[in-house]
């Protein structure tokens, strides 16, 4: 069986040199439909690599409120939707005061700056930094590890230490080769000690989250004045079982700070980690089955064509067939040649797509959203399965007519 495997496919290699061009233009729209069925499940996967590897440092026992409700907003049309009030900072605070939940503890910040030069003594940066005000609640709050120093504490906090904790992209750029920890940098002026690096998080649809700098939040307020500065609040809880009652309680808390009445909406939206995780993952089931989608309709045309070029490769060696039949051959003998010879054109153009739906769709997003690249190995065994469907549905009707063949009729033919 393997001898009769082997000479089918030497026949099968032959016969594809003599029929280069239609070959090669088979091979393309094969390699088109798995390429587009690759290459969007590979970039798929790395999405969602990116976002549960984002929750699982920030844990689905925490929530945010913010300004608008975006699950509500999503769909709606821009005239409709209403304009919030800003979460002020005397409205963030009694907030934080207020809300005493077992187990629950609320972060406060706000982006105090962007587009800041910092400076290491005659070294500096690229005017691309954030300036971040923070308590002592927000890294632990927002899923941040540190590599290097400690947090933020309650004495940096209420004393308005001149202390700072840097993002990854930040230390490097500034202190390549050493440690950050007890180092001065300066923003705009003032003079800050560094006390922690954080982890590198990467950048998401451009936001570099590793060129920030964190400094104690009633610090930034006295340092950034603004009008119209909108504060985060954060609150995570220890027990995941008590999620839901934290979340009705923070609800029931921020109306009372808002002045809202009984017949009012919430003018303010709750962000729940597992809530966002769930739609952000329902999202990409839609970018699956567009994958999908887009592979069968593909790969239908390429069954097509290749069902064609196999009929036509049938015709023209229909002689041949006549000649093998008479010396001998059996009928599933010309039908395994026929078959292999799919078969051979089916995996050519399946690798072509794989190995350009990996490039393409995995390595290369990842890379754009500068995130590790997951092997996609889901992908693969779709782009395999199909290669098999190809080859069943193209390959078996051209080789069971090659096998029916009269060889008497066969050597007649001209």
């Known amino acids: 069986m393997f001898n009769l495997f082997r000479e089918n496919t030497r026949i099968a290699l032959s016969s594809i040199k003599s029929q280069l061009l239609r070959t090669i233009l088979t091979v393309i729209i094969i390699g088109i439909g798995i390429f587009a069925l690759v290459g969007i499940l590979a970039a798929v996967a790395v999405l969602e690599s990116t976002i549960t590897g984002n929750f699982a440092m ?17 769909g709606r049309n821009r005239q409709d939707a209403r304009v ?33 030069e910092v400076k290491r003594g005659s070294e500096k940066t690229d005017p691309e930094v954030s300036i971040l005000g923070a308590d002592e609640f927000y890294i632990p709050n927002s899923g941040l590890e540190l590599t290097e120093g400690r947090n933020f504490n309650t004495f940096d906090i209420s004393n308005n230490n001149y202390v700072c904790i840097l993002g990854s992209d ?6 390549p080769d050493e440690s950050a920890i007890n180092k001065t940098i300066s923003i705009r002026g003032a003079k800050f000690k560094v006390i922690g690096v954080l982890k590198e998080r990467g950048s998401t649809f451009n936001n570099r989250q590793d060129m920030r700098v964190g400094i104690p939040i009633q610090l930034a307020r006295s340092l950034y004045s603004a009008p119209y500065i909108n ?14 009652a934290a979340v009705d ?35 990409t089931e839609t970018l699956n089955i567009a994958a999908w989608v887009i592979g069968i309709i ?23 067939i006549g000649v093998r039949k008479s010396l001998g051959a059996k009928k599933v003998t010309i039908a395994m040649q026929f078959f292999t010879e799919t078969l051979v054109i089916s995996l050519i153009g399946g690798a072509v797509g794989i190995l350009l739906g990996i490039l393409v769709g995995g390595v290369l997003v990842s890379s754009l959203m500068d995130v590790s690249f997951p092997m996609p190995w889901q992908a693969i065994s779709a782009a395999l399965g199909t290669i098999l469907i190809v080859t069943l549905f193209s390959g078996l009707y051209p080789a069971v007519k090659a096998a029916a063949l009269n060889p008497v009729d066969s050597l007649r033919y001209e």
């Open 58 to 74: 920030i844990g689905t026992n925490t929530f945010s409120i913010s300004r608008y409700d975006f699950s509500e907003q999503l």
């Open 84 to 116: 919030n009030a800003i979460i002020s900072y005397p409205q963030a605070k009694d907030f934080q005061e207020k809300y005493n939940f077992p187990t629950g503890e609320v972060s406060l910040s706000f982006n105090a700056a962007s587009g800041v």
């Open 249 to 283: 309680e923070a609800i029931i808390t921020m109306r009372r700070v808002r002045g809202l009445n009984p017949r009012e909406k919430n003018n303010f939206g709750i962000q729940r980690s597992d809530e966002l995780l769930q739609n952000l993952m329902s999202q």
């Open 170 to 175: 930040l230390k490097k750029g500034l202190f």
């Open 231 to 244: 504060y985060e609040i954060k609150v995570k809880v220890n027990d995941r079982d008590l999620l839901d």
């Open 298 to 320: 593909t790969v239908f045309g390429s069954s097509i064509a290749l069902m064609n070029i196999m009929l036509v490769s049938v015709t023209e060696r229909t002689r041949e």
